[in-house]
């Protein structure tokens, strides 16, 4: 909301603009500054008060809307816009008769014509030539305005420079599902069985991610398994971390002779396999661990021996800790909700027992087009579902049917408001016909630049 204060400063300033313009006028005609602000107040002051309440009562008008936002913009706008009229009929008056501006209009030469004179004389000396250029640009503006769209993806709100816009578009580069995902709530884990595999046959998902069959599948095997890699790990025993700090030289001379070995393995490779993927990550690896070795060699020697020292520490450290676990797994039951660790437990199962299903669509779901498809597809198996395709999905469609409807109200409340003014339906009509004109120019030059709504 703090974007409607340059609002109100651009709207509001206008009443002073009106005011000091016919007060300037009148001075340069001879009269004396008390006449000529009088005339002033009741002429010009009486368009300026209708102007002020016209355009108050159509941003009141949006207060009617069903989203939050567009309702504060009216009432913050609306109101403000009062606000701002009563020092500029009270306080400017009253320092426009103390100003020098007074002197300065009195000496103003009128002998030369300013290129806005000339300009508006030429429009006045030539109605029908201006209404005619006005009706052609009109007209070629509407063969544009089929061309303006309503762009609802948010990320083209972003600076495409931001770190989050740009991981964004690789997270989604990188995987063949999305990143945002639909949430599905299932009563109990066979209920999330069956509600998985409907989801997953759907066209538009790529993937569900739920702890149900682990809690209802055959463990048998698992178990099993888990035994055996316990009793083949349960020999391993790691020493603690050495406490002096690593030989940079005997380190540096062992990368060498590793990089080389890398060097060879992906030569062969390339000669004898057709593993792109494999001879990627040797040249990789090969690549990183030559960057080491120029950061150990021309680094500060101490400070590298002593972060060597530290990663070597935590790495057996976390080594050791996978290993205890897999050494003291528990094998003689099967598992169960509580025996899931902390994180993936609070993620997935509610405090009343309900689970999680996390869907995850195969398809860009910023795009307004595959929101609509994903979400009516799992609507179609679950009528209440939520996540962030949903919630955009809703949200977007809100703002736009709230701004729409703010137009209208904002429209009614001129059209009533002027119609009191001049109890005339001509003037209306007079009143906002360059609105109107203004408004097929302007989507018409947004068809033209390829400029959508947003």
Not at 122 to 130: D, G
Not at 323 to 328: G, I
Request: some cysteine; overall charge neutral.
């Amino acid at each position: 909301t703090i974007t409607f204060a340059p609002m109100l400063v651009g709207m509001a300033v206008d009443f002073g603009v009106h005011l000091i313009t016919r007060y300037e006028e009148e001075l340069r005609h001879g009269v004396h500054q008390m006449l000529a602000l009088r005339k002033a107040m009741v002429n010009t002051g009486q368009g300026i008060f209708t102007g002020a309440f016209t355009t108050a009562g159509a941003f009141f008008a949006m207060s009617f809307t069903d989203f939050a936002g567009v309702r504060e913009m009216g009432i913050i706008t609306g109101g403000g816009l009062l606000v701002c009229l009563i020092p500029m009929m009270t306080m400017l008056p009253t320092l426009l008769l103390t100003g020098r501006q007074n002197q300065l209009d009195r000496h103003q030469r009128t002998e030369s014509r300013s290129l806005r004179e000339r300009v508006e004389t030429f429009i006045l000396n030539h109605p029908w030539r201006v209404t005619i250029a006005g009706l052609v640009l009109s007209a070629l503006c509407l063969t544009q305005v089929g061309r303006v769209s309503f762009d609802y993806d948010l990320r083209n709100m972003q600076s495409k420079d931001l770190p989050a816009v740009v991981y964004e578009k690789k997270l989604m580069d990188s995987t063949p599902r999305s990143v945002l995902f639909g949430a599905v709530v299932a009563s109990n884990a066979l209920d999330a069985v069956r509600l998985q595999s409907q989801l997953t046959n759907l066209s538009t998902v790529a993937d569900v991610d739920s702890i149900a069959p682990l809690l209802v599948q055959d463990q048998a095997p698992k178990l099993a398994l888990i035994e055996a890699i316990g009793r083949d790990v349960s020999s391993l025993r790691f020493p603690e971390p050495a406490e002096s700090l690593p030989d940079l030289v005997d380190l540096g001379q062992t990368l060498t002779y590793l990089q080389s070995y890398l060097g060879q393995a992906a030569d062969a490779v390339e000669v004898q396999s057709q593993e792109t993927n494999l001879l990627a990550q040797l040249r990789s690896l090969r690549t990183a661990i030559g960057a080491l070795r120029s950061q150990l060699t021309h680094g500060d020697r101490q400070r590298n021996r002593e972060k060597l020292a530290a990663f070597e520490r935590v790495f057996f450290d976390d080594l050791r800790s996978t290993f205890a676990t897999l050494q003291n797994q528990d094998y003689g039951s099967i598992l169960r909700v509580e025996d899931l660790p902390t994180s993936i437990r609070n993620r997935f199962v509610g405090r009343t027992g309900k689970l999680l299903l996390q869907v995850y669509p195969n398809i860009d779901v910023w795009i307004r087009t595959n929101q609509v498809a994903f979400v009516q597809e799992l609507r179609s198996i679950v009528p209440e579902i939520t996540g962030e395709p949903v919630q955009l999905l809703e949200y977007t469609t809100l703002l736009k049917e709230s701004y729409e409807k703010a137009a209208w109200y904002a429209l009614g409340a001129m059209l009533i408001l002027i119609y009191f003014q001049f109890r005339s339906l001509l003037a209306v009509a007079l009143a906002h016909l360059p609105v109107a004109l203004a408004g097929i120019w302007l989507v018409g030059l947004m068809g033209l630049f390829g400029v959508p709504f947003n």
